[in-house]
């Protein structure tokens, strides 16, 4: 229904029509003049698919600006300020949360846990003073600051001052004027007649007739996809490629974000019937296998036209109405004004919500937050029209298939937690009842026959679970629990209306799930449980709401209660039979049920609810039975009877009788006891237990529990006799232990409130004592344990310090949480019973007590039963149990049982429940005589009978046989002792004093026993040893010669290494290189052991391969340009590193050696169970064998390949004397340069075209005809020497670990595939080896630790391994490749080759390390004859030399680099490179310029004139100066210099390099190198000076300098990098990233947003939005990151859920961000909220991590260690 033609934008004339508009609004027909206008213009703006900028601008001068000018009748920016000066100040601020925005919940002033603040409110306000919580925002929300209803105190912040003047007192209207209030009544009514018209219009294809365009309309249709939450964005990618024409895979993921975001997506535009076809392809394709289809309609471009409209004129209402208070008072009004129907335009927006798509609901929502929601007189009218319509709202919610959080249901949290409103809503409106009455309605539909839900997870519908939202909104309607002063009859009959049908909602629960024991075979089909539970849990904080309730009104407490009573005596059988029992002369009717063989459920929330109101009767003075609580069948047995069946399943199970039955009852049992839902089950089925103890005689009550244990015939002393069926003995005994625990939880758990005479604290406090006698736990293991309570003001806090100490780790780093401790006061309480324990818990917290009670060296090592408060007078018949007849009977059987010599019903547990049975009714006792009740007499009923308890206690003392616990004795001893005593306190008649002598005897007597027998065992103990040490002994001398040569030492032998500093005493000033170089010694591995075989063997160049397990990476930790993408590999001449190192290669290792062949055959393995693997299980694992990854065999760390082992070098070649050398530097330069302008071919000949190398190398004979006769001879020796080699060839297999190694390294160093014959191979070997030294020397450098010594070994062997092998890896490589890098790197300094090719350079664009290291190992070769060589470079005069000249350079580049140096570039690290404390010393004085400074700057004039950049002689520096920043500046040079060139000649580290030093002359002596630095410049000859000049003098270095170049410029010396800085304040973070909005989806807000801790730079992470593809494979924003900022490793925040991501390539790892809270403990997804700051101890091993190349392997170890990491497609992060 879109014109023919494109429509044009009609011309029109503003001021005409808005005549014709005030004269409409005069005459009351505003909304046809507006229709007319729209339906011409919103066609033209939003239906010619315009640009958003171009439709923004249409849309504003056509359709808002008309607007605005109607409404103000001037400019409408004055009119609007005019009105925002009348507004009141604003005491809400009512910000909207946007997703990800820090919230602020105060713990001790917000009334309940939705009342929030925003940063601005939170940091302006006393709150931040106090103890609070923060988390993200959801979005939706919004601040509650200056609403006094949601904070107990300070509910204003200094932002939102409360006005002086009540608001309410004044209508905002009022302020306006009075036509501009007509104008706006018809524009703001017109509008949203027109909203609500057009949004709920349901027809696709036509609009109403006066929106209708005249004319003849064309064939043009769009069809529109809508969201869902049932499908997948794979899946919605895969329908649109193939439905809609030429779509790509890029086009369908932006479709498929388009839709998850807005909720709808244009997929295609053209005529209907191409339309309807895209819609069916779409329809068919989603709707297989009875799966929901995907929504689709073609509609007319017209009608999408107008819908567009009505979402930005929201976002106008919205705009204006936040113009002015009166404004919005005034749209708040006539938007709830009833129309003809009845229904205000708001109740039509609110019952059409499901109709809308995403983003018009959110902006509908957002519209009615901005206006009725922001003003508190309106809030309250809509809160009823909300509360009439709410069976509708929820009722469509829960058929619709929107996140709750964009429905309107969502607003109800809004306003049922403002407890004014609740509390009218629930007086005037019945709100318990109306929300009740639709939950039930839904619960209908899942009810059984018997009329109790059947939660099954066939039914794959989610309307019921959406329905239990209504749960939420329940619990928040209580919230507002009223006073005493507060009920009214009105409150009185609404609450108790919602209270019987919340009633029907427990009675439909109770009895969910029953299960049956299975007896024949197991259990075929798990049955389902997890509905229950969930359900259960929902209810729980309901159920205790509607309790605390009725607990404050004696009148509703009664109704409740009688209400609560009715309805479970509904829930009854009635056809239960009874059958009679007599124990002990009692005879009781018992109810007949037989739990093994009959049905039993553990959801009783009915029997509970009856529990938890009983326990308030007290308050009130009502007694169970009295007549205001009379009501028909409440019986106690029949109410225990319930919770009963309960404890004997869970007894029956323990005992192994329901084994059968599967997991899923050992799952019910778990979480009934579990602390989430222990409050509203296990305690409630106790407390019943209670009651029925309390109300029923006390041998009565034992005997309904023996009945139902089924333990009638094990409490007969007949039982005892064999009687040769001992099959259901062992289940016996096991049930009489539970039945005797069960006891003590009824006799001894009274922290209650209401049962025992305690507090609420009380019971928190004891809590907490009972997991702190586990062991010491961190506050968030205590919290994790403890009940959650959605009342704050019930502080966990309060009652963990009040009972326990906080002990602050002692380690620093990552394991920073620290402990809590229970203070020694409080151990007292501990009681090894206590009811919510588990097994486990109860077994380490024994064990833990007596290990503490030793530590103390305590002299009593029992754990005796705590004193327990005192029942409540309603609950104090619960202690006559224990003086029963029927319980003295079963103490004194097991007491009897004990004593006798073999008795097959008894076990230890058994006795020691009933000592803490006897020591309860000790404690009662004695209680009861220092009150003066001489009611209760257990030591009278004890002593009777023959024998008594006392002479059965001494008997059990005197001879424990058949115990074999200490604890148990002990307690026994204690139980007799108090037995004494308490006895003693009822009649003086009797002295204890044999008795105690007695107890004493017998401990003296287990003490001696306990001593004769360690005597013995340490008898035995010697006299094995004795035997073994003789039989050794006896081995060695049988077998001599196998220990002459073993080293017992180690299975790796080194040499004097980095690490061994006796070695060096030996040679005062060793100088390792130059004629006078010092003799080297083996360092590094000279002998190891392969982990694989076993079998050691020497290092030699001639036997069996040795390798050390390596790792390759690509790196770019020491970039200096972090915005610089990585180059491509393949493109890529790595001879002239970048003095950036931009990227480098690195390599480490574990240090652990292998065999060659070993390691292929491991490895081979490795590779034949991959493949099998792959064929069953899908996902990878830690390692990446198509990448050649393994794990160590020993370590297991990461490797991808294994680095040949050499032998020591000096070992290789003959040993020469290069006295007799008499060659000067400048005479060796001119030698060099000669080769190199010999090499030179010609650019003009045909042979030089395409040829990468323009080099034809020449020989030594060649050069040295054109040298003096003198100069020649030496020259020709020097050339002698470096040749002159011994030992012969390399064995085959350490060539071909050699050249696998290459191999490796050329192609993980650059990123390329393999290719051994590749020029660049050698290269990337001589760069891998330059680039790890740098990181080691840098990292080295950070920590103030000396370069040698302070190393770990692996690094050392790592080292010098890769420096042996630079230097051979000549020898894999064609002489010819290997001369011509020679005559490239040479051409680089002595020829202009730096400043030709594609890319031109100069002296400052390389990095002279790297140079060093390349030159140094290709130099042997540059004369060599033939295709393969055994040149090493350990000629010291050549070396020397290189080294000089490399310096000078290096030297040079400093200088001309100085300025930037001063622009404080070098202080940009972790740390200052160096101690600059001397500046601040010097800084008052001049020092003096010596000889060397002032010859160093009179060379620095002249070079910086030279490259034309003479500073201004204000910014010169004095000669001291220069120096000292020299020698600054090329220390890390020498550093690095002096570890190769170490490891290269084994020549021994002086000592005093062995320690941290600053200086450079020790670095100079072992190097040969003058320590005046302006001797290699003067008297080395006018060729030096020429070099120099052409290096200054390049066209190229001064465009560098002062121009824009992609290439950085550096300065020396070279920073070290760090990570990000952050800030202190996590919530910081939170806010900064919070206005992050996805930089693919046109500002939305990103649902991840990831920073990069390496260089800043926040990514949408795993999203599709961003997704792009790298070698063709789909990744997300993250990893596309990681490629091009840490070439494949990067290590990001994820900040909103506060969580470190390390990623190497396609794998990963979640991590600890390094914010902790108080507590030292960090907080992975913000879960508990606490305030979390920058731990800088975990930041800086996070730094160390990632500088030290260690995140690959850190992702293997986490992916080996939680498997769930490997199903995680880390690549689309």
């Known amino acids: 229904m879109a014109m023919k033609n494109v429509i044009a934008t009609p011309e029109y004339r503003q001021d005409t029509l808005l005549e014709e508009w005030w004269n409409s609004c005069e005459k009351g027909n505003l909304l046809p003049a507006l229709k007319k206008h729209w339906r011409i213009f919103v066609l033209s703006v939003f239906g010619n698919n315009h640009d958003p900028g171009k439709e923004e601008r249409l849309a504003h001068k056509f359709l808002f600006r008309p607007m605005e000018y109607f409404l103000c009748r001037q400019d409408p920016e004055v009119v609007f300020e005019e009105l925002k000066a009348k507004n009141m100040p604003s005491q809400l601020c009512g910000k909207v949360f946007k997703t990800g925005e820090p919230t602020y919940s105060c713990r001790d002033c917000a009334n309940d846990p939705t009342c929030v603040l925003c940063i601005d409110c939170f940091q302006n306000g006393a709150h931040k003073n106090h103890r609070y919580k923060m988390n993200t925002s959801g979005g939706g929300g919004y601040c509650d600051c200056g609403d006094q209803e949601a904070w107990t105190s300070h509910p204003f912040c200094n932002l939102h001052s409360p006005n002086e003047v009540n608001q309410d007192e004044k209508n905002p209207i009022e302020t306006l004027p009075v036509d501009l209030t007509d104008r706006a009544s018809a524009l703001f009514m017109a509008a949203l007649q027109y909203i609500v018209e057009v949004l709920t219009w349901n027809q696709c294809d036509n609009l109403p007739s006066d929106l209708q365009v005249e004319g003849e309309l064309n064939d043009t249709y769009i069809t529109m996809l809508f969201n869902d939450e049932v499908h997948t964005f794979d899946q919605v990618i895969k329908t649109l490629q193939r439905a809609v024409k030429h779509c790509t895979a890029q086009q369908a993921r932006e479709f498929a974000t388009l839709v998850d975001r807005e909720g709808r997506a244009t997929v295609y535009r053209g005529c209907f019937t191409s339309c309807e076809q895209c819609r069916t392809i779409i329809d068919q394709s989603t709707s297989r296998h009875g799966s929901k289809p995907l929504k689709v309609q073609v509609m007319h471009t017209v009608v999408v036209a107008h819908q567009t409209f009505c979402l930005r004129l929201m976002v106008w209402l919205q705009k204006m109405i936040e113009k002015s208070d009166g404004l919005r008072r005034l749209f708040c009004l006539l938007s709830m004004k009833p129309q003809e129907d009845g229904k205000s335009l708001m109740e039509k927006l609110l019952l059409h919500d499901t109709q809308l798509w995403k983003v018009a609901r959110i902006l509908s929502h957002q519209l009615l937050m901005a206006g009725v929601l922001m003003d508190q007189e309106c809030k309250k009218q809509f809160a009823v029209i909300f509360t009439k319509w709410y069976p509708n709202v929820m009722r469509d919610f829960a058929r619709d298939d929107h996140d709750h959080e964009v429905c309107v249901a969502s607003l109800s949290v809004q306003i049922y937690t403002v407890p004014s409103l609740a509390r009218m809503l629930v007086t005037d409106h019945d709100l318990l009842d109306v929300i009740l009455v639709p939950f039930l309605a839904a619960c209908e539909e899942k009810k059984n026959a018997n009329g109790v839900l059947s939660l099954s997870k066939a039914d794959r519908t989610p309307s019921f679970k959406r329905a239990c939202f209504m749960l939420y909104d329940l619990k928040y309607a209580l919230l507002c629990k009223p006073t005493s002063d507060e009920w009214s009859d009105k409150l009185r009959e609404s609450f108790l209306r919602g209270h019987q049908s919340f009633l029907k909602l427990l009675k439909m629960m109770q009895g969910m799930d029953e299960v049956k024991r299975q007896t024949g075979m197991h259990l075929e089909y798990e049955p389902e449980w997890e509905g229950a539970f969930n359900l259960q849990m929902r209810v729980d904080d309901v159920i205790s709401s509607f309790t605390e309730w009725c607990s404050t009104d004696r009148t509703v407490y009664i109704e409740a209660y009688k209400q609560a009573a009715q309805m479970l005596s509904q829930c009854r059988d009635t056809t239960q039979k009874s059958e009679q029992h007599t124990v002990c002369g009692h005879t009781v009717k018992c109810l007949k049920y037989d739990v093994q063989s009959q049905p039993v459920s553990i959801h009783l929330p009915l029997s509970r609810y009856l529990a938890g109101l009983h326990v308030y009767m007290g308050d009130y003075n009502l007694q169970f039975g009295c007549p205001e609580l009379n009501v028909q069948g409440l019986d106690p047995v029949k109410m225990i009877e319930p919770p009963l069946k309960v404890q004997v399943l869970i007894a029956q199970s323990q005992a192994g009788l329901w084994r059968r039955n599967g997991y899923a009852l050992l799952n019910q049992i778990y979480f009934y006891h579990n602390v989430k839902c222990r409050q509203e089950m296990y305690d409630k089925d106790i407390l019943m237990l209670q009651i029925g103890a309390s109300a029923v005689d006390s041998n009565e009550f034992l005997i309904h529990l023996l009945n139902r244990y089924g333990l009638l015939l094990w409490i007969r002393p007949e039982y005892d006799v064999p009687t040769g069926q001992d099959d259901n003995v062992r289940q016996t005994i096991m049930l009489a232990e539970e039945f005797l625990n069960l006891l003590l939880i009824i006799l001894g758990e009274r922290y209650v409130p209401g049962l025992g005479q305690v507090t609420h604290e009380d019971t928190l406090k004891r809590e907490v004592i009972h997991l702190l006698c586990i062991s010491p736990m961190s506050n968030s293991e205590l919290s994790k344990n403890l009940p959650d309570s959605t009342n704050l003001k019930a502080d ?847 500002g939305n807000d990103s649902q991840l947003p990831t920073m990069c801790l390496v260089c800043g730079l926040v990514v949408c992470s795993q999203s599709y939005c961003c997704q792009t593809e790298i070698k063709d494979m789909k990744v997300g924003a993250a990893t596309e990151h990681t490629y091009r900022c840490g070439a494949g490793v990067g290590i990001l925040l994820r900040v909103r859920e506060c969580q470190i991501v390390l990623l190497a390539g396609t794998k990963g790892c979640f991590i600890p961000a390094p914010y902790v809270d108080s507590y030292g403990e960090t907080d992975q997804g913000l879960r508990r909220g606490n305030p979390l700051h920058l731990c800088k101890d975990s930041y800086k091993n996070l730094q160390k991590m990632w500088f030290t190349h260690c995140i690959p392997e850190t992702v293997a170890h986490n992916i080996e260690s939680h498997m769930n990491l490997m199903s995680i497609h880390w690549q689309h992060l």
Not at 1209 to 1232: E, I, M, Q, R, Y
Not at 1394 to 1408: A, F, K, N, R
Not at 1579 to 1602: A, F, P
């Open 796 to 1642: 966990i806090e309060d009652a963990i310090h009040a009972v326990a100490n906080f002990r602050k780790p002692t380690s620093v780093g990552t394991a920073g949480s620290g402990k809590f401790e229970l203070k020694n006061e409080c151990y007292k309480e501990f009681n090894p019973y206590f009811y919510h324990y588990c097994r486990t818990d109860q077994s380490q917290a024994e064990e833990t007590q007596i290990k503490r009670k030793k530590e103390e060296k305590s002299a009593n090592h029992t754990l005796p039963p705590p004193v327990p408060p005192k029942f409540t007078p309603q609950f104090a018949q619960i202690s006559n149990l224990l003086q029963s007849d029927v319980l003295v009977h079963i103490l004194s059987l097991i007491l009897q049982r004990s004593v006798a010599v073999r008795s097959r019903s008894w076990s230890e547990t058994q006795l020691d429940r009933v000592l803490h049975l006897i020591g309860l009714a000790l404690h009662e006792q004695r209680r009861n005589i220092h009150e003066g009740n001489h009611n209760f007499d257990f030591i009278g009923k004890a002593l009777k009978g023959e024998p008594n308890f006392t002479q059965l206690l001494e008997s059990l003392v005197t001879d424990p046989k058949n115990i074999s616990h200490d604890s148990t004795k002990d307690l026994l001893s204690w139980i007799l002792q108090k037995f004494i005593e308490v006895r003693q306190m009822t009649s003086s008649a009797e002295a204890n004093g044999p008795v105690e002598q007695l107890a004493s005897s017998s401990k003296e007597e287990n003490e001696a026993a306990k001593k004769r027998k360690a005597r013995l065992a340490a008898k035995r103990k010697e006299k094995i040893i004795a035997k073994i040490s003789q039989m050794q002994q006896n081995f060695i001398r049988d077998n001599a010669d196998l220990f002459e040569s073993t080293d017992a030492d180690s299975s790796l032998t080194r040499g004097t290494s980095e690490m061994d500093i006796s070695e060096s005493a030996h040679h005062e000033t060793p100088v390792a290189l130059g004629k006078y170089q010092s003799l080297p010694c083996s360092i590094g591995i000279t002998k190891a052991t392969c982990i694989l075989c076993q079998e050691e063997q020497e290092i030699s160049h001639n036997s069996r391969a040795m390798v050390l397990a390596g790792f390759v990476q690509r790196s770019t930790v020491m970039s200096q340009c972090k915005s610089r993408n990585p180059t491509d590999g393949e493109n890529l001449d790595p001879l002239f590193t970048s003095s950036d190192l931009h990227v480098g290669s690195f390599t480490n290792s574990c240090g652990h050696t292998m065999h060659a062949d070993c390691w292929q055959s491991f490895f081979q393995a490795i590779l034949v169970k991959e493949r099998r693997r792959l064929s069953r299980i899908p996902h990878s694992l830690s390692y990446n064998i198509v990448q050649l990854e393994y794990l160590c065999p020993l370590c297991e760390s990461l490797s991808n390949t294994v680095i040949p082992l050499v032998p020591a070098l000096h070992s290789l070649v003959t040993d020469s004397d290069l006295c007799d050398v008499n060659l000067s530097f400048g005479d060796w330069l001119d030698g060099l340069q000669k080769t190199v302008k010999n090499a030179t071919k010609q650019e003009s000949t045909s042979a030089s075209k395409g040829d990468p190398f323009p080099f034809l190398p020449s020989s030594l004979s060649s050069i040295t005809k054109m040298m003096a006769d003198s100069v020649a001879s030496n020259f020709q020796l020097l050339w002698q020497y470096v040749n002159n080699t011994k030992g012969g060839r390399f064995s085959e297999s350490l060539m071909e670990m050699m050249k696998k190694f290459a191999k490796d390294v050329y192609s993980f160093g650059l990123g390329v595939d393999p290719d051994d014959m590749n020029h660049r191979v050698s290269i990337v070997a001589w760069n891998t080896c330059a680039y790890t030294i740098i990181n080691l020397e840098q990292y080295l450098r950070y920590e103030n630790k000396p370069l040698f010594g302070a190393s770990p070994s692996r690094n050392v062997d790592c080292i010098n391994a890769l420096v042996k092998f630079a230097a051979v890896c000549s020898h894999i490589m064609p002489q010819e490749v290997i001369k011509k890098h020679c005559l490239r790197l040479l051409s680089g300094l002595l020829s202009n080759g730096l400043g030709e090719g594609d890319d031109p350079q100069c002296i400052i664009d390389v990095d002279m390390f790297h140079y060093l290291v390349a030159v140094t190992m290709a130099l042997p070769s540059l004369y060599t004859e033939g295709t393969t060589a055994s040149n090493l470079p350990l000629n010291s005069l050549n070396n020397q030399y290189i080294l000089e000249l490399v310096l000078t350079a290096h030297i040079v580049q400093v200088m001309l680099l100085h300025d930037r140096s001063q622009d404080g570039e070098e202080g940009k690290g972790w740390v200052l490179l160096y101690d600059r404390s001397q500046d601040g010393e010097e800084g008052g004085m001049e020092m003096e310029n010596d000889a060397d400074s002032v010859a160093l700057m009179s060379m620095y004039t002249e070079i910086r004139r030279k490259a034309g950049c003479l500073p201004p002689s204000n910014n010169d520096p004095l000669p001291w100066q220069l120096t000292r920043h020299i020698k600054r500046a090329v220390l890390p040079f020498l550093r690095c210099a002096t570890v190769l060139y170490h490891n290269l000649t084994g020549v021994p580290i002086p000592a005093q390099l062995q320690e941290w030093t600053e200086e450079v002359e020790p670095f100079c002596s072992y190097l040969s190198l003058p320590t005046s630095f302006s001797e290699l410049f003067l008297n080395q000859g006018e060729l030096l000076e020429r070099v120099v000049n052409q290096w200054c003098s390049s066209d190229v270095l001064r465009s560098r300098l002062y121009s824009a170049s992609s290439r950085s410029v550096v300065s020396y010396p070279l920073p070290v990098n760090h990570l990000i800085d952050l800030p202190d304040d996590y919530s910081q973070l939170i806010n900064q990233i919070s206005s992050f909005t996805c930089p693919s989806s046109k």
